[in-house]
Protein backbone atom coordinates (compact mmCIF):
# COMPACT_ATOMS: atom_id res chain seq x y z
CA UNK A 1 0.00 0.00 0.00
CA UNK A 2 1.35 3.21 -1.18
CA UNK A 3 0.44 5.29 1.96
CA UNK A 4 1.67 8.12 3.45
CA UNK A 5 -0.21 9.16 6.49
CA UNK A 6 0.73 11.05 9.24
CA UNK A 7 0.73 9.97 12.78
CA UNK A 8 -1.93 11.94 15.38
CA UNK A 9 -5.31 11.53 17.19
CA UNK A 10 -8.21 11.60 14.99
CA UNK A 11 -10.09 14.76 14.81
CA UNK A 12 -13.62 15.50 14.23
CA UNK A 13 -15.74 18.40 14.13
CA UNK A 14 -18.44 17.01 16.31
CA UNK A 15 -15.85 17.49 19.04
CA UNK A 16 -18.08 15.07 21.71
CA UNK A 17 -16.96 15.90 24.84
CA UNK A 18 -16.68 11.79 25.58
CA UNK A 19 -15.76 11.18 21.94
CA UNK A 20 -14.93 7.54 22.35
CA UNK A 21 -12.09 7.83 19.70
CA UNK A 22 -10.02 10.54 20.80
CA UNK A 23 -10.55 11.07 24.56
CA UNK A 24 -9.90 6.63 25.24
CA UNK A 25 -5.76 6.81 26.47
CA UNK A 26 -6.36 2.59 25.69
CA UNK A 27 -7.03 3.61 21.95
CA UNK A 28 -4.77 6.92 21.04
CA UNK A 29 -2.23 3.68 20.29
CA UNK A 30 -3.64 2.98 17.54
CA UNK A 31 -3.92 6.51 15.83
CA UNK A 32 -0.45 6.83 16.64
CA UNK A 33 0.40 3.59 14.71
CA UNK A 34 -1.20 4.87 12.04
CA UNK A 35 -4.16 2.47 12.21
CA UNK A 36 -6.08 2.95 9.05
CA UNK A 37 -8.53 -0.82 8.64
CA UNK A 38 -10.18 -2.14 11.33
CA UNK A 39 -11.73 -5.40 11.29
CA UNK A 40 -14.51 -6.18 13.78
CA UNK A 41 -17.85 -8.65 13.67
CA UNK A 42 -19.83 -6.53 12.16
CA UNK A 43 -17.55 -4.74 9.04
CA UNK A 44 -13.91 -4.36 8.25
CA UNK A 45 -13.90 -0.18 8.28
CA UNK A 46 -11.35 2.07 6.71
CA UNK A 47 -10.57 5.45 7.80
CA UNK A 48 -9.23 8.54 6.96
CA UNK A 49 -7.28 11.23 9.00
CA UNK A 50 -7.59 15.10 7.67
CA UNK A 51 -4.13 15.36 6.82
CA UNK A 52 -4.30 12.04 5.60
CA UNK A 53 -4.29 11.62 0.76
CA UNK A 54 -7.87 11.21 -0.32
CA UNK A 55 -9.10 7.86 0.17
CA UNK A 56 -8.44 7.11 -3.34
CA UNK A 57 -4.56 7.97 -2.88
CA UNK A 58 -4.33 5.70 -0.16
CA UNK A 59 -4.90 2.47 -2.08
CA UNK A 60 -6.82 0.31 0.35
CA UNK A 61 -6.72 -3.64 -0.83
CA UNK A 62 -10.06 -3.22 -2.35
CA UNK A 63 -9.74 -6.71 -3.96
CA UNK A 64 -9.81 -7.90 0.24
CA UNK A 65 -12.72 -6.27 0.79
CA UNK A 66 -15.20 -8.35 -1.67
CA UNK A 67 -18.78 -9.62 -0.36
CA UNK A 68 -18.08 -7.93 2.89
CA UNK A 69 -19.66 -5.16 4.72
CA UNK A 70 -17.44 -1.95 5.48
CA UNK A 71 -17.63 0.99 7.20
CA UNK A 72 -16.08 4.08 6.49
CA UNK A 73 -14.53 6.90 9.70
CA UNK A 74 -14.43 4.99 12.85
CA UNK A 75 -12.76 8.02 13.97
CA UNK A 76 -14.38 11.08 12.20
CA UNK A 77 -17.90 11.67 10.99
CA UNK A 78 -18.55 10.27 7.47
CA UNK A 79 -20.53 13.40 6.56
CA UNK A 80 -18.03 15.69 7.20
CA UNK A 81 -18.11 18.08 4.60
CA UNK A 82 -14.64 17.51 4.02
CA UNK A 83 -15.13 13.74 2.68
CA UNK A 84 -17.20 14.41 0.05
CA UNK A 85 -14.97 13.47 -2.53
CA UNK A 86 -14.12 10.18 -0.44
CA UNK A 87 -17.89 9.50 -0.23
CA UNK A 88 -18.11 9.37 -3.91
CA UNK A 89 -15.33 7.37 -4.35
CA UNK A 90 -16.36 4.90 -1.86
CA UNK A 91 -19.84 4.34 -3.31
CA UNK A 92 -17.53 3.52 -6.71
CA UNK A 93 -15.95 1.05 -5.15
CA UNK A 94 -18.54 -0.39 -3.12
CA UNK A 95 -20.36 -0.63 -6.92
CA UNK A 96 -16.85 -2.49 -8.52
CA UNK A 97 -15.56 -4.62 -6.18
CA UNK A 98 -19.03 -6.38 -5.20
CA UNK A 99 -18.97 -5.25 -1.56
CA UNK A 100 -22.07 -6.10 0.13
CA UNK A 101 -22.94 -3.13 2.22
CA UNK A 102 -21.78 0.40 2.83
CA UNK A 103 -22.17 0.98 6.19
CA UNK A 104 -22.41 4.43 7.69
CA UNK A 105 -22.72 5.82 11.23
CA UNK A 106 -22.60 9.76 11.89
CA UNK A 107 -23.83 12.75 13.61
CA UNK A 108 -23.66 15.46 11.20
CA UNK A 109 -26.90 15.98 9.34
CA UNK A 110 -26.47 14.74 5.64
CA UNK A 111 -26.75 17.27 2.78
CA UNK A 112 -28.68 16.91 -0.38
CA UNK A 113 -25.45 16.21 -2.13
CA UNK A 114 -24.45 13.53 0.11
CA UNK A 115 -28.21 11.74 -0.27
CA UNK A 116 -27.48 12.23 -4.32
CA UNK A 117 -23.93 10.58 -3.80
CA UNK A 118 -25.24 7.70 -1.75
CA UNK A 119 -28.02 7.16 -4.73
CA UNK A 120 -26.57 4.81 -6.69
CA UNK A 121 -26.62 2.43 -3.92
CA UNK A 122 -30.26 2.86 -3.61
CA UNK A 123 -31.15 0.06 -5.18
CA UNK A 124 -29.94 -3.33 -4.09
CA UNK A 125 -30.01 -1.91 -0.78
CA UNK A 126 -26.22 -1.48 -0.66
CA UNK A 127 -26.01 1.30 1.80
CA UNK A 128 -26.85 1.18 5.77
CA UNK A 129 -27.24 4.73 7.60
CA UNK A 130 -27.42 4.52 11.36
CA UNK A 131 -27.80 8.41 12.91
CA UNK A 132 -26.30 8.69 16.56
CA UNK A 133 -28.65 9.77 18.76
CA UNK A 134 -28.38 10.69 22.22
CA UNK A 135 -29.96 13.55 24.09
CA UNK A 136 -26.47 15.00 24.69
CA UNK A 137 -26.71 18.33 22.74
CA UNK A 138 -24.25 20.25 25.68
CA UNK A 139 -22.05 17.38 25.00
CA UNK A 140 -22.14 17.71 21.32
CA UNK A 141 -21.61 20.09 18.68
CA UNK A 142 -24.85 18.90 16.56
CA UNK A 143 -28.00 18.31 18.06
CA UNK A 144 -30.03 15.36 18.51
CA UNK A 145 -33.46 17.13 16.58
CA UNK A 146 -30.92 17.86 13.33
CA UNK A 147 -29.99 13.98 13.51
CA UNK A 148 -33.53 13.04 13.63
CA UNK A 149 -34.37 15.54 11.07
CA UNK A 150 -31.47 13.53 9.03
CA UNK A 151 -32.96 10.23 9.21
CA UNK A 152 -36.29 11.03 8.42
CA UNK A 153 -34.94 12.87 5.01
CA UNK A 154 -33.14 9.82 4.44
CA UNK A 155 -36.09 7.95 4.52
CA UNK A 156 -38.05 10.22 2.72
CA UNK A 157 -35.68 10.15 -0.34
CA UNK A 158 -36.23 6.65 -0.80
CA UNK A 159 -33.22 4.64 1.41
CA UNK A 160 -34.53 1.56 3.15
CA UNK A 161 -31.87 1.01 5.85
CA UNK A 162 -31.99 3.33 8.25
CA UNK A 163 -31.27 3.64 12.08
CA UNK A 164 -31.52 5.38 15.20
CA UNK A 165 -28.73 3.98 17.42
CA UNK A 166 -28.38 5.30 21.35
CA UNK A 167 -24.48 5.48 21.68
CA UNK A 168 -23.44 6.53 24.08
CA UNK A 169 -26.36 5.31 26.66
CA UNK A 170 -25.53 6.69 29.76
CA UNK A 171 -27.85 5.42 32.48
CA UNK A 172 -29.16 8.37 34.13
CA UNK A 173 -27.98 10.91 31.99
CA UNK A 174 -29.36 9.78 29.04
CA UNK A 175 -33.05 11.16 28.11
CA UNK A 176 -33.75 7.90 27.13
CA UNK A 177 -38.16 8.48 27.27
CA UNK A 178 -38.22 11.76 25.15
CA UNK A 179 -35.78 10.30 22.65
CA UNK A 180 -38.07 7.18 22.51
CA UNK A 181 -40.87 9.51 22.41
CA UNK A 182 -39.33 12.24 19.12
CA UNK A 183 -38.23 8.43 17.63
CA UNK A 184 -41.91 7.33 17.93
CA UNK A 185 -43.52 10.89 16.68
CA UNK A 186 -41.50 10.82 13.71
CA UNK A 187 -42.48 7.30 12.66
CA UNK A 188 -39.24 5.01 13.54
CA UNK A 189 -40.02 1.42 14.50
CA UNK A 190 -36.88 0.56 15.26
CA UNK A 191 -33.78 1.76 17.61
CA UNK A 192 -30.13 0.16 18.71
CA UNK A 193 -28.62 0.97 21.30
CA UNK A 194 -24.63 0.75 23.26
CA UNK A 195 -22.98 1.20 26.32
CA UNK A 196 -20.24 3.84 27.28
CA UNK A 197 -16.44 4.00 27.32
CA UNK A 198 -15.43 5.88 29.97
CA UNK A 199 -11.99 7.69 30.57
CA UNK A 200 -11.74 9.73 33.72
CA UNK A 201 -8.46 10.84 32.50
CA UNK A 202 -9.38 11.74 28.99
CA UNK A 203 -12.90 13.09 29.65
CA UNK A 204 -12.39 15.12 32.81
CA UNK A 205 -14.62 17.83 31.33
CA UNK A 206 -17.54 15.57 31.50
CA UNK A 207 -17.57 16.25 35.79
CA UNK A 208 -19.05 19.04 34.94
CA UNK A 209 -21.76 17.95 32.83
CA UNK A 210 -22.56 14.35 34.38
CA UNK A 211 -23.28 13.40 38.38
CA UNK A 212 -20.34 11.37 39.35
CA UNK A 213 -22.65 8.70 40.60
CA UNK A 214 -23.50 8.32 37.00
CA UNK A 215 -20.07 8.49 35.87
CA UNK A 216 -18.90 5.82 38.65
CA UNK A 217 -20.57 3.10 36.91
CA UNK A 218 -18.71 3.42 33.89
CA UNK A 219 -15.40 3.20 35.80
CA UNK A 220 -14.22 -0.45 33.82
CA UNK A 221 -10.76 0.87 32.29
CA UNK A 222 -12.30 2.28 29.37
CA UNK A 223 -14.21 -1.18 28.42
CA UNK A 224 -17.88 -0.82 26.93
CA UNK A 225 -20.38 -0.79 29.75
CA UNK A 226 -23.94 -1.23 29.58
CA UNK A 227 -25.92 -0.41 32.58
CA UNK A 228 -29.06 -0.28 33.01
CA UNK A 229 -30.56 -2.02 29.72
CA UNK A 230 -33.47 -3.51 31.06
CA UNK A 231 -35.11 -0.70 31.88
CA UNK A 232 -34.50 0.40 28.58
CA UNK A 233 -36.16 -2.24 26.56
CA UNK A 234 -38.98 -2.10 29.19
CA UNK A 235 -39.52 1.18 28.40
CA UNK A 236 -39.05 0.60 24.49
CA UNK A 237 -41.34 -2.34 24.46
CA UNK A 238 -44.12 -0.20 26.50
CA UNK A 239 -43.19 2.54 23.46
CA UNK A 240 -44.17 0.08 20.26
CA UNK A 241 -40.18 0.50 19.73
CA UNK A 242 -38.02 -2.10 18.63
CA UNK A 243 -34.80 -2.98 19.31
CA UNK A 244 -32.07 -4.49 16.63
CA UNK A 245 -28.77 -4.86 17.53
CA UNK A 246 -26.13 -2.61 14.82
CA UNK A 247 -24.64 -5.57 13.58
CA UNK A 248 -27.79 -7.35 12.85
CA UNK A 249 -28.78 -4.51 11.12
CA UNK A 250 -25.87 -3.71 8.62
CA UNK A 251 -26.08 -7.63 7.58
CA UNK A 252 -29.84 -7.97 7.12
CA UNK A 253 -31.11 -8.43 3.64
CA UNK A 254 -27.56 -9.00 2.23
CA UNK A 255 -26.94 -8.93 -1.82
CA UNK A 256 -27.17 -12.45 -2.76
CA UNK A 257 -23.60 -13.87 -3.28
CA UNK A 258 -23.07 -14.50 -7.44
CA UNK A 259 -19.84 -16.38 -7.29
CA UNK A 260 -18.61 -19.24 -5.05
CA UNK A 261 -16.25 -19.56 -2.16
CA UNK A 262 -15.55 -21.30 1.15
CA UNK A 263 -14.24 -20.28 4.51
CA UNK A 264 -11.18 -21.03 3.79
CA UNK A 265 -10.75 -19.14 0.95
CA UNK A 266 -12.40 -16.29 2.82
CA UNK A 267 -10.15 -16.53 5.73
CA UNK A 268 -7.14 -16.48 3.63
CA UNK A 269 -8.38 -13.16 2.29
CA UNK A 270 -9.04 -11.91 5.41
CA UNK A 271 -5.57 -13.14 6.53
CA UNK A 272 -4.49 -10.45 4.25
CA UNK A 273 -6.21 -7.73 5.77
CA UNK A 274 -5.28 -8.47 9.38
CA UNK A 275 -1.81 -9.07 8.08
CA UNK A 276 -1.75 -5.61 6.98
CA UNK A 277 0.55 -3.10 8.64
CA UNK A 278 -2.40 -0.25 9.34
CA UNK A 279 -4.83 -2.74 10.32
CA UNK A 280 -5.79 -3.31 13.95
CA UNK A 281 -9.11 -5.90 15.24
CA UNK A 282 -11.00 -3.74 16.80
CA UNK A 283 -13.02 -6.43 18.47
CA UNK A 284 -12.94 -7.84 22.08
CA UNK A 285 -13.29 -11.04 20.67
CA UNK A 286 -9.76 -13.56 20.12
CA UNK A 287 -8.76 -12.81 16.06
CA UNK A 288 -9.63 -16.21 15.89
CA UNK A 289 -13.35 -15.78 16.43
CA UNK A 290 -13.14 -12.52 14.54
CA UNK A 291 -11.15 -14.67 11.59
CA UNK A 292 -13.96 -16.99 11.41
CA UNK A 293 -17.07 -14.88 12.02
CA UNK A 294 -15.95 -12.30 9.51
CA UNK A 295 -15.20 -15.24 6.77
CA UNK A 296 -19.04 -16.57 7.20
CA UNK A 297 -20.84 -13.56 6.72
CA UNK A 298 -18.86 -12.91 3.28
CA UNK A 299 -20.54 -16.39 1.80
S1 LIG B 1 -18.86 12.07 16.26
FE1 LIG B 1 -17.70 10.26 16.88
S2 LIG B 1 -15.58 10.64 16.17
FE2 LIG B 1 -16.68 12.63 16.16
S3 LIG B 1 -16.20 13.57 18.13
FE3 LIG B 1 -18.15 12.46 18.36
S4 LIG B 1 -17.60 10.39 19.11
FE4 LIG B 1 -15.73 11.38 18.30
Redesign the pocket.
Known sequence: MAVEIKTGL?V?P???K?????KLHLRADYWKQCKRIGLNKSSVFINRAPNDPSLQEMNFPWDLFQWDYLGYQG???CFWSIFKDDLRYLVKMVLKWNIRRLCLIS?IPITDEQIEILNPLKDGRRVALCY?ITGMDAL?KTTTKSRIEALVRIREAGFKDYLPVIHPYIHGYTPIKEIFQELRDNGFKEFSFKGFRYDPEGMESLRGYIPEPVLQQYEKGGQEVLVGEEEVRKLASEMGLREIGVKDFYHRNPMPRTTSSTIKEEKEKLMGIINHPYTVISSSASTDDVLNYCASRRL
Do not use: F, R, W
Request: aromatic share 6%.
Open positions: PCVACYCMASTSDKSE
